[in-house]
């Protein structure tokens, strides 16, 4: 089949597919302090890396039900006044908490508390931590790009920032390497699915 964006459901398809085709995608669990001091902690599955040297990470914030005033997310407002943020990488047991720091909490309620989750302190960015995440990745904010305004008017800002800090959980480094089964990082597909690592392979690229 062929359609364009916007037209899934008079083409057969009651639920908008791109999710699941841009899919699996990782889990940027994106944790900010607001100037006043408020923690704050959500899910972003339009989360990447984009570059390694030097290592940079992103996300893109949609607009807010009910969180603050001016209909954006907390995590994007909070990212632009502090200029820093963690990402913190969701294992499979912390799947459900993860689901639950997605509320449409009021701004200045803390989803730690919501979610029962422990915050940690960062080494180096005021944002706290997810304390028992396998790898937590300290970021400085670099830019925030506004994407195109959609057909309600609203707009997506696309969040990028430097890693400058990361931590990495012991039990899951093996022989000097991230045991990818050991760490097993949720990944978000369509609808309300999600995987995790099950098999691992690996491909060595051509010499020539
Ligand atoms: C797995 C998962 C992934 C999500 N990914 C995004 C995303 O990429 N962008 C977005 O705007 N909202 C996303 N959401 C919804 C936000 O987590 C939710 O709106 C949250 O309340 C935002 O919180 P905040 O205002 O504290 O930033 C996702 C939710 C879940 C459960």
């Known amino acids: 089949m062929f359609f364009t964006p916007g037209t899934h459901k008079e083409n057969g398809l009651p639920h908008n597919p791109f999710k699941a085709i841009v899919a699996p995608r990782?889990?940027?669990w994106i944790s900010t302090i607001s100037t006043d001091g408020k923690p704050n902690v959500a899910?972003?599955?339009f989360f990447n890396a984009?570059?390694?040297?030097?290592?940079?990470?992103?996300?893109?914030?949609?607009?807010?039900?009910?969180?603050s005033a001016n209909g954006e997310k907390d995590s994007l407002v909070n990212a632009r006044e502090t200029g820093e943020?963690?990402?913190n990488?969701?294992?499979k047991q912390q799947i459900q908490a993860m689901s639950d720091t997605s509320a449409d909490l009021s701004h200045g309620v803390s989803e730690f508390d919501f979610a029962g989750l422990q915050a940690a302190p960062a080494s180096l960015v005021k944002?706290?931590?997810?304390?028992?995440a396998p790898c937590q990745l300290e970021c400085k904010l670099l830019d925030i790009i506004a994407?195109?305004?959609?057909?309600?008017?609203?707009?997506n800002h696309w969040v990028m920032g430097e890693v400058i800090g990361i931590h990495i959980a012991d039990h899951v480094i093996v022989d000097g390497k991230v045991d990818v089964l050991k760490y097993n990082p949720a990944a978000r597909l369509g609808y309300m699915d999600y995987a995790t690592i099950e098999e691992v392979f690996a491909v060595q690229r051509p010499t020539l």
Do not use: N
């Not at 994407?147 to 707009?155: C, H, M, N, S």
């Open 43 to 45: 899910p972003y599955s």
């Open 127 to 132: 944002a706290p931590m997810v304390a028992d």
């Open 89 to 91: 990488i969701v294992s």
């Open 147 to 155: 994407l195109p305004e959609a057909p309600d008017g609203t707009r």
């Open 50 to 67: 984009m570059s390694e040297t030097p290592p940079i990470v992103g996300y893109s914030a949609g607009p807010s039900a009910s969180g």
């Open 85 to 87: 943020f963690v990402v």
């Open 26 to 28: 990782p889990i940027g």
